[in-house]
């Protein structure tokens, strides 16, 4: 059974390397300005108009009916679709991702990383390792909850070494 990968620019991937993984942009707005992080503003932009500006930029979650659009997507083929989000804690897109794959009937699985940046991004290349190893696709969610609180562990223990 083939297997397809859903996250969100959270996970600071800019450019997939995998045809299996789709990334979806949380919106960035500065003042009345509204980017997709990653499509319509660089990582390098968002920082220059970070210095430039004013005010703290503002970000929304990835929508349900983009989760939606998504899932369609990655199951027209027959693959079942694991996604893995930013952490639940600082954003609302896990939400949304659950409340999309609540439409479909079984084989989408949806993964809060409980981390943000390179602690996502691990999770993401654990997955999809793991699937490559032929892991059973039902046991990836929890396999990667179990990893995602050894990766905070990892970044604190790194953060603590700087």
């Not at 059974?1 to 997939?16: C, N, R």
């Not at 960035?28 to 210095?51: C, M, N, P, Q, S």
Request: proline share 4%; glycine share 4%; net charge negative.
């Amino acid at each position: 059974m083939s297997i397809k990968f859903i996250t969100d620019s959270g996970s600071d991937i800019l450019a997939p390397h995998d045809s299996r993984l789709n990334v979806l942009p949380l919106t960035i707005r500065f003042d009345e300005d509204e980017y997709k992080d990653g499509a319509t503003i660089t990582h390098h932009e968002f920082y220059e108009k970070l210095i430039e500006s004013d005010t703290l930029p503002k970000t929304s979650q990835v929508t349900p009916y983009i989760f939606e659009e998504a899932i369609s997507e990655a199951r027209s083929d027959g693959s079942d679709v694991l996604i893995i989000t930013i952490s639940s804690r600082l954003s609302g897109t896990y939400q949304s991702a659950c409340i999309a794959a609540a439409e479909f009937d079984g084989r989408v699985y949806v993964v809060d990383s409980e981390n943000v940046s390179v602690g996502e991004k691990r999770l993401l290349h654990m997955q999809c390792s793991w699937q490559i190893q032929a892991c059973n696709v039902p046991t990836l969610p929890m396999n990667l909850t179990t990893a995602s609180s050894h990766c905070i562990r990892w970044l604190s223990l790194i953060l603590l070494s700087i």
